[in-house]
């Protein structure tokens, strides 16, 4: 199957992390993957959730939003509440940036990075994960400038990707028409170490055997390494 603009099936889309694009935030950062595009913005409280006060121990949390127009047709706003499958992106955004920081570390406040997709072409979550993390890695270092912590909690770098089986080949960084066709499409989140923090996947027909499972995984990781590079540039680091 031939992609978009002659992609090959082991290439990202073309990646561009801007940092500092929500300038009110402790820390912000666009990401743009192909024409897929997350504004991701840090903010940091000074409390914490009820049920996490005096543990000596701080808070990171993720929320997601699509804009209405962020799809080729207009998606309602979710007024009455978050429907269940943002709820269930906003939970991995959340767990996949936990797994970057030493919460004792952050001390007992809350950051929450929202992410609001601009425009929608697959990966949105993948990226909303990636960018979020450059995101959440600036406000720490913003409580650091500002004399608020000794040092950064962040431990670790996290960056996902999306992977799939579309008509019998592997490909990395699906689009959402690559997505939508699909024979098994995987999101994999990863650390700079190459552990994984998860792994989301699933066989839309045929099962999938065991081999192609791994050589998705296998696909996804040396994407994940392209988009940590990506991260590091952007902090400057």
Same mark, same amino acid.
């Given at each position: 199957?031939?992609?978009? #603009?002659?992609?090959?099936?082991?290439?990202?889309?073309?990646?561009?992390?801007?940092?500092?694009?929500?300038? %009110?935030?402790?820390?912000s950062a666009l990401i743009v993957c192909g024409d897929t595009r997350v504004l991701c913005a840090?903010?940091?409280?000074?409390?914490?959730?009820?049920?996490?006060?005096?543990?000596?121990?701080?808070?990171?949390?993720?929320? %997601?939003?699509?804009?209405?127009?962020?799809?080729?047709?207009?998606?309602?706003?979710?007024?009455?509440?978050?429907?269940?499958?943002?709820?269930?992106?906003?939970?991995?955004?959340?767990?996949?940036?936990?797994?970057?920081?030493?919460?004792?570390?952050?001390?007992?406040?809350?950051?929450?990075?929202?992410?609001?997709?601009?425009?929608?072409?697959?990966?949105?979550?993948?990226?909303?994960?990636?960018?979020? %993390?450059?995101?959440?890695?600036?406000?720490?270092?913003?409580?650091?400038?500002?004399?608020?912590?000794?040092?950064?909690?962040?431990?670790? #770098?996290?960056?996902?990707?999306?992977?799939?089986?579309?008509?019998?080949?592997?490909?990395?960084?699906?689009? %959402?028409?690559?997505?939508?066709? #699909?024979?098994?499409?995987?999101?994999?989140?990863?650390?700079?170490?190459?552990?994984?923090?998860?792994?989301?996947?699933?066989?839309?027909?045929?099962?999938?055997?065991?081999?192609?499972?791994?050589?998705?995984?296998?696909?996804?990781?040396?994407?994940?390494?392209?988009?940590?590079?990506?991260?590091?540039?952007?902090?400057?680091?």
């Amino acid at each position: 199957m031939e992609r978009r #603009a002659g992609r090959r099936h082991d290439q990202l889309r073309p990646l561009a992390i801007t940092p500092g694009a929500a300038p %009110y935030a402790e820390g912000s950062a666009l990401i743009v993957c192909g024409d897929t595009r997350v504004l991701c913005a840090a903010s940091v409280e000074e409390s914490l959730p009820g049920w996490l006060r005096g543990q000596g121990r701080g808070w990171v949390t993720g929320e %997601y939003a699509l804009l209405p127009r962020a799809t080729l047709t207009r998606n309602r706003r979710e007024r009455a509440g978050a429907s269940g499958r943002t709820q269930e992106i906003q939970r991995l955004i959340g767990r996949s940036l936990r797994a970057a920081v030493d919460l004792e570390a952050l001390g007992e406040r809350t950051i929450t990075v929202d992410c609001d997709v601009l425009q929608a072409d697959g990966g949105t979550r993948t990226a909303a994960i990636t960018g979020g %993390y450059v995101a959440l890695a600036l406000a720490c270092a913003r409580l650091v400038a500002e004399g608020k912590l000794a040092t950064s909690p962040i431990i670790r #770098a996290v960056a996902a990707v999306s992977a799939g089986v579309v008509g019998g080949t592997l490909m990395l960084d699906l689009d %959402y028409t690559e997505d939508s066709s #699909a024979d098994m499409d995987c999101n994999v989140v990863m650390t700079d170490t190459g552990a994984f923090v998860e792994v989301q996947a699933t066989a839309e027909g045929e099962p999938v055997p065991p081999t192609a499972l791994n050589a998705l995984l296998e696909l996804a990781a040396g994407g994940v390494a392209q988009l940590l590079a990506a991260q590091r540039e952007a902090l400057g680091m």
